[in-house]
């Protein structure tokens, strides 16, 4: 009943989007308009910020080994924390997971060709490639040493660094953002195969759409504010300076505006890929799938309505504050709704080892800690002493990389085999797996003690009594460095010597697992209909697995 | 506090154990096996909204209570002003000692502080204590927090938003002393220029003196008694004569115009430090006492007649 075990002679299938001809060399990369070659793109775009974010990143950690400071100057400093920040939201966290796997992943997933624009998909990584251009320079010509917060009247008046070019490149790169939102909504609406209803819609796609709806409404946002900001930094327009008539806090408000939701099109995605990958690894439906659906719209939803948790001690109207705090305790709910969900969905699975599960897991642990501090931080009274402290330093980190970056590593390794039809070593993904989460929390969770002692952020040098905690956070950073490099390196090697993957390796029930790996140019040989329900295993014979039969009229469960 | 952090711990030890007992329990018998699909059950869905939901709405109001008995100052407190400016801390006394990177306060005594910027947004937070406030350069804003040493000692005060380069130098020590050691340090420190006789001599500097008539007669009106009161505007609207006020008709005087006056004064935007700005609020203070006009005061008491056929600026 079961198919053979995986067979060592597989072999790719003779024509597939990486070698068909679409012209000559580079030029077949650089005007391609399919999605996937477009995904891989990114994926060669993103993991170059998240190299130099790396490297910016390592030497904090350094610098930070003695109470005194260990490697560099103040200035430089807080150029690197700066930039760091930089690189890693707007360049990486923010497009990676989208705009590499949900490209490459969301036509196939509805059993469409491409997305809805294909060239306008094109013109998003231009954008993203021009605005990162203009970051770029800013940081070899003098850098930046505002925070990625940019806030006012130190980023319009007073930092002395190349504050204009990187505003120009984030707003910039705001309309790829804008641009690839807008293809995902009309794609998703649009272009589903037969028999693919919208609650057959695979989580990842229901995550993406929710993201888009964030992208769309609130990069515009960000991006006037911080036009607003380089405008009264070249021409001295008063809107945030107080000398010209302008209020600094109405920066605050815009730019969280955008940036509290942003933390959304961070997270969203990567609670997508953990929603495909653990009913594959449990080999059984997800429990609770429109709750999951649901909850993605509720976060996109409420997300837009607590920006000001970021500003009660900015002396802010008490109203206010009680009104934000209330409403960051609702965008909790949903959230842990994911997680009983998925925990839930273990039960009685038929559970595997494999990386992209551990990611997953690991995933739920951190998003776990880190969703649970941000309710200390969403407290009023607590607030006032952990505000701007390592705490939020710490909070953060656990969401965007023990969340977004886990949720984008694990998403790599689940679709690495579809993305390049070859596959990776089983052990060594595995202990990277097992690194990459020891090496974290021991980077970050000092941090939390840290904060709460009252260590604030940002600070070249501290007290001698922090210096412990911080070494403490230091040694976690290497062994968070090792995390990160080792899929880099056996994900390049198994590009050209790893085992071939075949169309199905797991196997798991998504419509991109019924067509080759890699997938031809035009995804599907013949346009796929869909008969079946979402994660389904039990009605599903194409699997080869024991205890599946045909699909059945009236079939009742178990 | 304890509840939070019982209520967190509670959640993720139950997650993690759940995982992990899972992963193990229900691990693979054989490679083609499947899992077994569980029915979804609503009431289990409502049961981990409602419950969480509960949870977070105590963890809401126990927060709300500190934060709102934390922005409410009592009455009875000492007042200290404190000026952020890149990269260092001035901090003055009420009787107008000055201390630059210290803050010396007596134990059990509300403690207020009012902050100013120069420049930047800065943030003063003593971590001992639990409060922090930013410290934020504008016309019209003060910001204040108050707190209630309970120990004598010496604690580290930060800031604690970013300011530019040598924002982790920006720090210093609270020193809370016995009343009697406060008031001897005080007076040790070398009597410093008394705010109110600093401020007075600003006004008359500044020439505030020549329109500002305490008599009610000149082309602004008195400033007898106006500190704390309520002033008429010229659009009908009445306005508490705090801090913020004061501050904002000195800096943009034509931002909040006294009824019955006209524009006439110049905006002193750029023109004084911080610290002038308290010395002449502090003058401004101590006339609370004198007699109010009955004629050319921006005063609304209850009943009282509006001024005369003056039409000029308070």
Same mark, same amino acid.
């Given at each position: 009943?079961?198919?053979?075990?995986?067979?060592?002679?597989?072999?790719?299938?003779?024509?597939?989007?990486?070698?068909?001809?679409?012209?000559?060399?580079?030029?077949?990369?650089?005007?391609?308009?399919?999605?996937?070659?477009?995904?891989?793109?990114?994926?060669?775009?993103?993991?170059?910020?998240?190299?130099?974010?790396?490297?910016?990143?390592?030497?904090?950690?350094?610098?930070?080994?003695?109470?005194?400071?260990?490697?560099?100057?103040?200035?430089?400093?807080?150029?690197?924390?700066?930039?760091?920040?930089?690189?890693?939201?707007?360049?990486?966290?923010?497009?990676?997971?989208?705009?590499?796997?949900?490209?490459?992943?969301?036509?196939?997933?509805?059993?469409?060709?491409?997305?809805?624009?294909?060239?306008?998909?094109?013109?998003?990584?231009?954008?993203?490639?021009?605005?990162?251009?203009?970051?770029?320079?800013?940081?070899?010509?003098?850098?930046?040493?505002?925070?990625?917060?940019?806030?006012?009247?130190?980023?319009?008046?007073?930092?002395?660094?190349?504050?204009?070019?990187?505003?120009?490149?984030?707003?910039?790169?705001?309309?790829?953002?804008?641009?690839?939102?807008?293809?995902?909504?009309?794609?998703?609406?649009?272009?589903?195969?037969?028999?693919?209803?919208?609650?057959?819609?695979?989580?990842?796609?229901?995550?993406?759409?929710?993201?888009?709806?964030?992208?769309?409404?609130?990069?515009?946002?960000?991006?006037?504010?911080?036009?607003?900001?380089?405008?009264?930094?070249?021409?001295?327009?008063?809107?945030?300076?107080?000398?010209?008539?302008?209020?600094?806090?109405?920066?605050?408000?815009?730019?969280?505006?955008?940036?509290?939701?942003?933390?959304?099109?961070?997270?969203?995605?990567?609670?997508?890929?953990?929603?495909?990958?653990?009913?594959?690894?449990?080999?059984?439906?997800?429990?609770?799938?429109?709750?999951?659906?649901?909850?993605?719209?509720?976060?996109?939803?409420?997300?837009?309505?607590?920006?000001?948790?970021?500003?009660?001690?900015?002396?802010?109207?008490?109203?206010?504050?009680?009104?934000?705090?209330?409403?960051?305790?609702?965008?909790?709910?949903?959230?842990?709704?994911?997680?009983?969900?998925?925990?839930?969905?273990?039960?009685?699975?038929?559970?595997?080892?494999?990386?992209?599960?551990?990611?997953?897991?690991?995933?739920?642990?951190?998003?776990?800690?880190?969703?649970?501090?941000?309710?200390?931080?969403?407290?009023?009274?607590?607030?006032?002493?952990?505000?701007?402290?390592?705490?939020?330093?710490?909070?953060?980190?656990?969401?965007?990389?023990?969340?977004?970056?886990?949720?984008?590593?694990?998403?790599?390794?689940?679709?690495?085999?579809?993305?390049?039809?070859?596959?990776?070593?089983?052990?060594?993904?595995?202990?990277?797996?097992?690194?990459?989460?020891?090496?974290?929390?021991?980077?970050?969770?000092?941090?939390?003690?840290?904060?709460?002692?009252?260590?604030?952020?940002?600070?070249?040098?501290?007290?001698?009594?922090?210096?412990?905690?911080?070494?403490?956070?230091?040694?976690?950073?290497?062994?968070?460095?090792?995390?990160?490099?080792?899929?880099?390196?056996?994900?390049?090697?198994?590009?050209?010597?790893?085992?071939?993957?075949?169309?199905?390796?797991?196997?798991?029930?998504?419509?991109?697992?019924?067509?080759?790996?890699?997938?031809?140019?035009?995804?599907?040989?013949?346009?796929?209909?869909?008969?079946?329900?979402?994660?389904?295993?039990?009605?599903?014979?194409?699997?080869?697995?024991?205890?599946?039969?045909?699909?059945?009229?009236?079939?009742?469960?178990? | 506090?304890?509840?939070?952090?019982?209520?967190?711990?509670?959640?993720?030890?139950?997650?993690?154990?759940?995982?992990?007992?899972?992963?193990?329990?229900?691990?693979?018998?054989?490679?083609?096996?499947?899992?077994?699909?569980?029915?979804?059950?609503?009431?289990?869905?409502?049961?981990?909204?409602?419950?969480?939901?509960?949870?977070?709405?105590?963890?809401?109001?126990?927060?709300?209570?500190?934060?709102?008995?934390?922005?409410?100052?009592?009455?009875?407190?000492?007042?200290?002003?404190?000026?952020?400016?890149?990269?260092?801390?001035?901090?003055?006394?009420?009787?107008?000692?000055?201390?630059?990177?210290?803050?010396?306060?007596?134990?059990?005594?509300?403690?207020?502080?009012?902050?100013?910027?120069?420049?930047?947004?800065?943030?003063?937070?003593?971590?001992?204590?639990?409060?922090?406030?930013?410290?934020?350069?504008?016309?019209?804003?003060?910001?204040?927090?108050?707190?209630?040493?309970?120990?004598?000692?010496?604690?580290?005060?930060?800031?604690?938003?970013?300011?530019?380069?040598?924002?982790?130098?920006?720090?210093?020590?609270?020193?809370?002393?016995?009343?009697?050691?406060?008031?001897?340090?005080?007076?040790?420190?070398?009597?410093?220029?008394?705010?109110?006789?600093?401020?007075?001599?600003?006004?008359?500097?500044?020439?505030?003196?020549?329109?500002?008539?305490?008599?009610?007669?000149?082309?602004?009106?008195?400033?007898?008694?106006?500190?704390?009161?309520?002033?008429?505007?010229?659009?009908?609207?009445?306005?508490? +004569?705090?801090? =913020? #006020? !004061?501050?904002?008709?000195?800096? /943009? @005087?034509?931002?909040?115009?006294?009824? *019955?006056? &006209? $524009?006439?004064?110049?905006?002193?935007?750029?023109?004084?430090?911080?610290?002038?700005?308290? +010395?002449?609020? =502090? #003058? !401004?203070?101590?006339?609370?006492? /004198? @007699?109010?006009?009955?004629?050319?005061? *921006?005063? &609304? $008491?209850?009943?009282?007649?509006?001024?005369?056929?003056?039409?000029?600026?308070?």
């Amino acid at each position: 009943m079961s198919t053979t075990p995986p067979d060592p002679e597989r072999e790719l299938p003779d024509t597939h989007y990486l070698n068909a001809t679409y012209g000559a060399g580079i030029r077949s990369w650089l005007l391609t308009t399919d999605h996937k070659r477009i995904a891989l793109l990114y994926l060669a775009s993103v993991t170059v910020f998240f190299f130099i974010g790396g490297v910016f990143a390592t030497l904090i950690r350094i610098h930070l080994l003695t109470p005194g400071g260990a490697l560099v100057s103040p200035e430089t400093y807080n150029k690197l924390f700066t930039m760091h920040g930089v690189a890693m939201i707007f360049f990486f966290l923010i497009p990676s997971i989208p705009a590499v796997l949900g490209n490459f992943l969301i036509p196939i997933m509805i059993g469409a060709k491409d997305l809805a624009f294909p060239r306008i998909n094109l013109l998003s990584w231009y954008l993203y490639i021009i605005g990162g251009a203009f970051v770029l320079y800013s940081f070899s010509t003098g850098g930046l040493d505002t925070g990625w917060t940019f806030y006012t009247p130190l980023s319009s008046i007073y930092s002395n660094s190349a504050v204009t070019p990187a505003v120009i490149g984030i707003f910039i790169n705001g309309f790829s953002s804008i641009l690839t939102g807008l293809n995902f909504v009309v794609t998703i609406h649009t272009m589903r195969a037969p028999g693919m209803t919208w609650f057959r819609l695979p989580l990842f796609v229901w995550a993406h759409y929710a993201t888009s709806l964030v992208m769309i409404l609130g990069t515009p946002v960000v991006a006037i504010t911080l036009l607003l900001a380089a405008l009264e930094r070249i021409f001295h327009l008063g809107f945030f300076n107080p000398a010209l008539g302008g209020d600094p806090i109405l920066f605050q408000h815009l730019f969280w505006f955008y940036s509290h939701p942003a933390v959304y099109i961070m997270v969203l995605p990567a609670m997508g890929v953990v929603s495909e990958i653990i009913p594959t690894f449990a080999r059984k439906p997800i429990f609770g799938y429109s709750f999951i659906a649901g909850s993605s719209i509720a976060i996109a939803v409420i997300g837009f309505f607590v920006w000001a948790h970021h500003m009660f001690v900015t002396g802010e109207s008490t109203y206010a504050a009680l009104a934000f705090s209330f409403l960051s305790y609702l965008v909790a709910i949903p959230s842990a709704v994911k997680v009983f969900n998925w925990t839930a969905t273990l039960y009685k699975g038929s559970i595997s080892w494999h990386a992209p599960m551990l990611y997953a897991l690991g995933f739920i642990g951190l998003f776990t800690i880190g969703g649970l501090t941000g309710l200390f931080l969403a407290c009023l009274g607590l607030d006032i002493h952990i505000h701007d402290t390592y705490f939020v330093v710490a909070h953060f980190h656990y969401i965007m990389v023990g969340g977004a970056v886990m949720g984008y590593v694990g998403g790599l390794h689940f679709w690495w085999p579809k993305i390049t039809g070859r596959l990776y070593p089983k052990g060594l993904s595995e202990f990277a797996a097992v690194v990459l989460f020891i090496g974290f929390n021991l980077t970050f969770f000092p941090q939390f003690i840290l904060g709460y002692l009252g260590m604030p952020r940002r600070y070249h040098n501290y007290p001698p009594e922090f210096q412990v905690l911080n070494v403490l956070s230091t040694a976690g950073a290497s062994i968070l460095a090792v995390g990160y490099l080792l899929p880099m390196l056996y994900l390049i090697w198994s590009m050209r010597y790893g085992k071939i993957a075949g169309p199905n390796p797991w196997p798991a029930t998504g419509l991109e697992w019924k067509t080759d790996s890699p997938p031809p140019t035009e995804n599907f040989h013949v346009t796929p209909v869909v008969d079946w329900e979402p994660y389904d295993y039990k009605n599903r014979p194409d699997l080869g697995l024991a205890g599946s039969r045909p699909l059945a009229p009236a079939h009742g469960n178990d | 506090m304890v509840f939070i952090t019982a209520v967190c711990v509670f959640f993720a030890a139950g997650i993690t154990l759940a995982i992990i007992y899972f992963f193990f329990k229900y691990h693979r018998k054989t490679p083609d096996a499947i899992g077994v699909a569980t029915r979804e059950d609503a009431r289990l869905e409502a049961a981990w909204i409602i419950v969480p939901l509960i949870l977070a709405m105590v963890m809401f109001s126990w927060g709300a209570v500190i934060y709102v008995d934390y922005r409410h100052t009592p009455a009875d407190t000492l007042d200290i002003y404190v000026i952020g400016k890149q990269w260092m801390w001035k901090v003055q006394q009420p009787n107008g000692v000055k201390e630059i990177n210290e803050l010396h306060v007596p134990v059990g005594r509300n403690i207020r502080l009012t902050l100013a910027s120069e420049d930047v947004i800065h943030d003063f937070f003593v971590p001992a204590f639990r409060v922090k406030m930013d410290v934020i350069p504008g016309n019209n804003h003060y910001n204040t927090m108050w707190f209630r040493p309970t120990k004598p000692g010496r604690y580290h005060f930060f800031c604690s938003q970013y300011c530019g380069t040598n924002h982790a130098l920006m720090g210093g020590w609270v020193t809370v002393m016995e009343p009697t050691d406060y008031a001897a340090w005080l007076s040790g420190s070398g009597a410093g220029d008394n705010p109110v006789a600093t401020g007075e001599k600003l006004f008359a500097e500044k020439a505030c003196v020549t329109c500002h008539l305490s008599n009610g007669t000149g082309r602004a009106p008195s400033l007898n008694g106006m500190y704390g009161a309520q002033v008429l505007l010229a659009d009908g609207t009445t306005v508490t +004569a705090d801090e =913020a #006020y !004061i501050r904002e008709s000195i800096l /943009q @005087p034509n931002a909040k115009i006294v009824a *019955g006056y &006209a $524009p006439l004064m110049p905006p002193y935007q750029g023109q004084l430090t911080e610290e002038q700005i308290i +010395a002449l609020t =502090a #003058y !401004i203070k101590s006339l609370q006492s /004198q @007699p109010v006009p009955a004629k050319g005061s *921006g005063v &609304a $008491p209850a009943g009282r007649a509006e001024t005369g056929p003056a039409t000029e600026k308070r």
